[in-house]
């Protein structure tokens, strides 16, 4: 058999051209930035893939009241914990790791990451960390405390079993993992952007990248530091007692810690994806992004207000009225930001010459039904009414339309998007629409009527539920399966596009101008034959754009 | 092609830089997680000391003045290998390889004196101190805490000397030269940072 693949796919060795093992092993072993990226995707969809099975067992048993296909409660308690574990820290998280790995340093027009050898151990820990997480699959012990593991019920006392400790071992190294990666992405972007390329020349998903960076390096330890405690108090319950009241702990002080990585955490999976729509929205409308200054801006303002807002999560606890006031205050306040970059993208397409391909259409399904999550989440910022949804089925629809509609929804649209920059051949156009076509009209017969049945008092992470359920119940189990199997269209679209796709250019989609649209599809090891030089574009407004520019020639 | 000054000096970055090496840039960013990890403790131990009813024992009782000014001590060594750490860089620039070697070796036994008061410290509370807190109905967080900030303290302590230990024979066998000063610098971050972080942790667990 003999490997033929052009650019960075192309094996590096003779005898990798003639033997396949050796060809796999020039890629665990590689320290290729596109490469790492091109194997986090692999990985992040695999375990993507494992969480949407999980979300099936979920939806299967909760199609109608009473015990379906799971007999065991117990094991159905420990599954929304372990699809949201699986969601969060191996698919969403990675996935955009991946993305940044493979377009960053061709976007600043650098060869390779700051730190190659980092990168490539912040990977492989993440296996590693993923068989830990989910170890309690292998020997019957599933953590039942679902992905916030409150204590006291996630201490020794309550959970005594081995699968928990396990999980607490792996979230924490699944963060080390990301702030690595974290550290990477910011020394990258910092120091090594070729000529020309200054800060606000940046593309924007750069930048999203940039900010998200600044994210994960002041939120993902509080997680980590949180973790440890728990898993001493745990592990060594006579002498730890951080948690439980019982021995003068405090649990509230965990849900402090835990959202003060948790609700960054949500922006971490929302940011890079907004930096993916940035950079979609133009190439299609074949127009320059509008308000580009107020774009980077708006991301840094939603990271900042992202840190003072993650008491709006506990709500129900009993925290005092005034501090759950200023929380309420501060979380609406992040509309603001959120609606420049929501208006913007719409001021994008405006008067654009629009093409229709995948990624347009992810991007544009994303743009509809992205604020539908966002609206959502001012409706449970408000105190009084989150006091009435808190834990129903309704935050299970938010979270869903931000990070359904919204995270997975921009990592289609950035996939289709460089799908023929990674792999040098393009996706089959028809299927991809098929794709797009049944993920968002399923995403909504699966997760709108999830509101409904929240504001009506379903409670979330039930295994039963009352029986007046039942209708809306079934509309949702119907529509998760069916968008579950529509993924697998886009499983094998790109496999099969991979080796037998029509090969693509270099620009693939005429209108990109960012770099990696300058070299070849695929890109050769180290990205540009010689340094490149970036020609500044305007980024500011239409009105200095100078006569016959881009923004004359198609805005108006 | 020109190449800008920045280039020269760091070869591995690109022209656009903030002007410093990569991998200081990287020990920065580092040292802002690592802070944060230590927030997330400190704002623990914070939150389960002042909050209303915790029957916390007092530090100066339950350690004595004579722990205190042992670890008082300890503090003062942890302080001079930082101040050691610099001599080695500065000695690196001067290009007086020698000298810098021997200031690493202060550096590096600086950090294990640290280590062998606070194990002898740690034995002494749990074995003679500790059990008393819990048996007078003092809140035993205040052990927890202690453990917790003091031991994840005392890693970073291990981790540095192990860090400046590989400088230490790197140096010795020629790999790093006069002109590496970044990795000295970057090594020195790392140092400071973890004395910095001492200076926190002893006002909060022994002082206040």
């Not at chain 1, 600043?108 to 490539?120: C, E, Q, S, V």
């Not at chain 2, 291990?158 to 020629?174: A, F």
Request: with cysteine; hydrophobic share 50%.
């Amino acid at each position: 058999m003999e490997i033929r693949a052009k650019g960075y796919l192309s094996p590096l060795s003779e005898k990798g051209k003639h033997s396949l093992l050796t060809y796999l092993k020039e890629w665990a072993y590689s320290t290729d930035a596109k490469r790492i990226g091109v194997m986090y995707l692999i990985f992040s969809i695999i375990m993507g893939a494992f969480g949407g099975l999980l979300s099936i067992l979920i939806r299967l048993e909760l199609m109608t009241a009473g015990p379906n296909i799971i007999t065991d409660d117990n094991f159905y308690n420990a599954l929304p914990g372990m699809h949201a574990s699986a969601m969060i820290f191996f698919f969403i998280i990675p996935c955009f790791t991946g993305v940044g790995n493979f377009v960053i340093p061709v976007q600043i027009g650098a060869p390779d990451m700051a730190f190659p050898k980092l990168n490539l151990t912040a990977f492989w820990i993440l296996p590693i960390s993923a068989l830990l997480t989910f170890a309690g699959f292998f020997f019957n012990s599933l953590p039942e405390y679902g992905w916030t593991a409150y204590p006291p019920l996630s201490t020794s006392v309550y959970s005594p079993i081995w699968g928990a400790d396990l999980w607490v071992i792996g979230i924490i190294l699944a963060g080390v993992s990301s702030t690595m990666a974290a550290i990477n992405f910011l020394a990258t972007v910092f120091n090594m952007r070729c000529r020309g390329m200054t800060l606000f020349q940046l593309p924007l998903f750069t930048w999203s990248v940039v900010i998200t960076s600044f994210l994960i390096l002041a939120a993902t330890p509080v997680l980590s530091s949180a973790m440890i405690m728990l898993l001493l108090e745990r592990v060594f319950p006579m002498t730890f007692h951080f948690f439980s009241p019982a021995g003068g702990g405090d649990p509230i002080l965990y849900q402090h810690l835990f959202w003060f990585y948790s609700h960054p955490a949500v922006y971490i999976m929302i940011l890079p994806g907004f930096g993916i729509i940035s950079e979609v929205l133009p190439t299609f409308s074949r127009k320059h992004l509008f308000g580009y200054p107020l774009m980077v801006w708006s991301l840094v303002a939603i990271s900042v207000l992202g840190f003072l807002v993650w008491a709006h999560h506990m709500f129900a606890t009993g925290i005092a009225v005034q501090i759950r006031i200023g929380f309420m205050f501060l979380s609406m306040l992040i509309a603001i930001p959120t609606g420049i970059k929501i208006f913007s993208w719409l001021a994008t397409i405006w008067g654009g010459s629009l093409r229709f391909d995948t990624p347009m259409l992810f991007g544009l399904g994303f743009l509809a039904l992205f604020p539908i999550g966002g609206l959502s989440g001012v409706v449970v910022a408000s105190v009084p009414v989150d006091i009435q949804l808190h834990d129903t089925y309704y935050v299970v629809a938010h979270i869903h339309y931000v990070l359904v509609a919204g995270s997975v929804m921009t990592i289609f649209a950035g996939i289709y998007y460089w799908f023929p920059k990674m792999t040098g051949r393009l996706y089959n156009e028809f299927w991809g629409k098929m794709h797009f076509w049944l993920t968002a009209i399923f995403i909504n017969v699966t997760f709108f009527v999830q509101h409904y049945l929240g504001m009506k008092g379903m409670p979330r992470r039930y295994y039963d539920y009352d029986p007046q359920f039942e209708l809306l119940n079934m509309v949702s189990s119907v529509g998760s399966v069916v968008l579950f199997a529509a993924q697998f269209i886009f499983v094998i679209n790109a496999v099969y596009s991979a080796f037998k796709g029509k090969v693509a250019k270099a620009n693939t989609w005429d209108d990109g101008v960012h770099l990696e649209w300058l070299i070849p599809s695929p890109p050769n090891h180290h990205n540009f034959e010689e340094p490149p030089v970036w020609d500044p574009i305007i980024r500011k407004h239409v009105s200095d754009d100078p006569a016959g520019g881009l923004w004359k020639q198609y805005g108006e | 092609m020109a190449t800008h000054d920045a280039t020269v000096a760091f070869p591995n970055t690109g022209e656009e830089t903030l002007g410093v090496a990569n991998g200081k840039l990287g020990m920065w960013t580092f040292l802002v997680m690592d802070a944060m990890t230590f927030a997330g403790f400190l704002a623990g131990y914070a939150r389960l000391r002042w909050s209303a009813g915790s029957n916390w024992p007092m530090p100066l009782e339950t350690f004595g003045p004579v722990g205190i000014q042992l670890t008082a001590l300890n503090t003062f060594i942890l302080i001079c290998s930082s101040v050691s750490i610099v001599h080695v860089l500065a000695e690196q620039m001067r290009g007086n390889m020698v000298a810098a070697r021997k200031w690493m070796a202060v550096t590096v036994v600086g950090g294990l004196i640290f280590l062998g008061i606070q194990g002898f410290e740690w034995t002494h509370l749990i074995l003679d101190v500790f059990p008393g807190v819990v048996s007078n109905g003092l809140n035993p967080n205040f052990v927890g805490t202690f453990l917790g900030l003091t031991g994840f303290h005392g890693l970073h302590v291990s981790v540095g000397v192990i860090y400046n230990l590989i400088l230490y024979l790197g140096i010795r066998n020629g790999k790093i030269r006069s002109e590496d000063t970044s990795i000295i610098e970057i090594a020195g971050l790392y140092w400071h940072f973890v004395d910095l972080v001492w200076i926190l942790v002893f006002t909060f667990v022994y002082l206040i």
